[in-house]
């Protein structure tokens, strides 16, 4: 799989409008992304950016979107969020 920056703004704004409302979660991924961009530096241009990508939304799960079943996990619920996202 390639990445690209188009993945990187995609993730960029579904964190913000998400997580933005969340206050000091917002503010931790904020700081998680900062430093994927440094650390990304070690990384070749496709891994930096989906480095930068998951840095965005790892805690997506976080987000105060309706639950859709009983279990709640931070990784299920994430991936629920991400993909009512996208249809």
Same mark, same amino acid.
């Given at each position: ?13 579904? +964190? %913000?409008?998400? #997580?933005?409302?969340? /206050? ?5 991924? *904020? ?21 930068? +990508? %998951?840095?965005? #939304?790892?805690?997506? /799960? ?5 639950? *859709? ?19």
């Amino acid at each position: 799989m390639t990445c690209d920056e188009s993945l990187v703004h995609w993730a960029a704004e579904c +964190a %913000a409008s998400l #997580l933005s409302p969340l /206050g000091s979660r917002w503010l931790h991924v *904020q700081g998680v992304v900062e430093r994927a961009w440094q650390v990304g530096e070690a990384f070749n241009e496709d891994d930096r950016c989906c480095l930068i +990508a %998951a840095a965005y #939304l790892h805690d997506i /799960g976080y987000a105060p979107a309706p639950q *859709q079943t009983g279990f709640h996990p931070m990784m299920v619920r994430g991936i629920s969020v991400l993909s009512a996202m996208n249809g």
